[in-house]
């Protein structure tokens, strides 16, 4: 769960976690046979590094998938902070930026 200072209170998104970049290129292609089209993505996000792709579910909800997910493990918990000053490129390194 991250929680992020915003205009208003409320749910941005889901995300759920799927075992890698095959599995989400399945999951693309499993949407697109249902005529659900991608909201955002698929891009890589800068905290975390991972693999991204939304989309709305039956209820308009925003839903993220995510893959490739940066790990620390015990020998690197002491690595120093990262800083994302530009939001820009910190939400998505490939590319836009929603409209929502």
């Avoid at 949407?31 to 991972?50: C, E, S």
């Avoid at 990262?82 to 910190?90: S, T, V």
Wanted: proline content about 10%.
């Amino acid at each position: 769960m991250a929680a992020v200072r915003g205009p208003e209170a409320g749910l941005d998104h889901y995300a759920f976690e799927v075992a890698g970049c095959e599995d989400m290129k399945r999951w693309a292609d499993h949407l697109a046979t249902r005529g659900i089209p991608p909201i955002w993505g698929p891009g890589r996000h800068g905290p975390g590094n991972n693999l991204f792709l939304f989309f709305h579910d039956a209820d308009r909800n925003r839903v993220e998938l995510s893959a490739e997910l940066e790990r620390f493990y015990d020998e690197r918990a002491h690595s120093p902070p990262r800083e994302w000053p530009d939001a820009r490129w910190a939400a998505n390194q490939w590319g836009p930026q929603p409209d929502w």
